[in-house]
């Protein structure tokens, strides 16, 4: 699929259901639902009791979200036999939107008349933008945040299937990178490359090429772990040797004597990570 913004999204079925099960999707979901009930673009606070209204806002919420995910399986089995024309986002929001408005107007007009039928026409353009904007906040901002419950079902299993005990952090808790659902221990992690929809992950004794975003997985590291000096690369704090030049620009050297390059607008912060981290 395309985002809002024309960036593509790549989700299977499950990896699409797995948003479900993560906090930050519930807080952002909740605190979206709040500025709804607060802002109320849908006009509806000054003709109903406010029990109604509310309970409203929370049924449509909960339908229109049903609907959403309905079509995003669909589309993902209708893929098993048909993989073009890439589908775009905000289509499959207003397909969901569409028959919530309906069935919002109709139960409305079931209980306190037929005046609410020009206000919430009226009204549904702005509403329907408004939850697409939110929609693109939560795609920009939240989603790179997640790992899929794809991913952690794995991890789990990876734990407690393991015979022996995987490298553990100073207070003791396991460390794993989960790279398009596959769980990797970080210390086997010497640097990530990204390139295009994949990421090429050098590992202390082999190399993989998995389908996933780099940004996903930078967003599961600390800043002690390593350092993304580039847009299309991190290295592990292992790996590095120190900061260098290489034909006048600005490059990571690392103790294999690879050289990484350095963006010249992240060069003062790999400074101070290097100065930080490293000595």
Do not use: N
């Not at 109709?106 to 009204?123: I, K, M, Y």
């Not at 994949?198 to 202390?204: A, C, D, S």
């Not at 690369?233 to 690879?258: H, M, N, Q, Y």
């Amino acid at each position: 699929m395309r985002a809002t913004l024309f960036e593509p999204i790549d989700l299977s079925a499950q990896q699409f259901l797995g948003l479900f099960r993560h906090r930050l999707t519930w807080r952002y979901m909740s605190l979206v639902l709040v500025i709804l009930i607060a802002a109320d673009p849908s006009g509806l606070a000054g003709q109903l009791p406010f029990g109604l209204f509310f309970v409203t806002w929370l049924l449509a919420f909960a339908l229109y979200l049903s609907l959403q995910s309905v079509l995003i399986l669909a589309l993902a089995a209708l893929r098993q036999i048909w993989a073009r024309p890439a589908v775009y986002w905000p289509v499959i929001s207003l397909c969901s939107f569409a028959p919530t408005l309906m069935v919002v107007e109709t139960a409305l007009s079931l209980l306190v008349g037929d005046a609410l039928h020009p206000l919430l026409f009226e009204r549904m353009v702005y509403v329907a933008i408004t939850i697409i904007v939110f929609e693109t906040i939560y795609m920009r901002f939240v989603l790179p945040r997640l790992g899929t419950a794809e991913a952690e079902a794995e991890a789990d299993i990876t734990v407690e299937a393991a015979p022996a005990p995987a490298p553990a952090t100073e207070d003791g808790a396991e460390r794993l990178l989960h790279i398009g659902g596959q769980p990797i221990g970080l210390e086997e992690v010497r640097m990530i490359e990204a390139r295009e929809h994949h990421v090429h992950v050098h590992l202390k004794d082999r190399a993989l090429t998995q389908r996933a975003r780099l940004s996903d997985i930078v967003a599961q590291t600390r800043p002690e772990d390593g350092v993304q000096p580039h847009r299309s690369w991190w290295v592990a704090r292992a790996a590095v040797r120190g900061l260098g030049r290489d034909a006048g620009k600005p490059v990571l050297e690392l103790t294999d004597d690879s050289l990484v390059p350095v963006a010249r607008g992240r060069l003062s912060e790999v400074r101070d990570w290097i100065d930080t981290y490293l000595g």
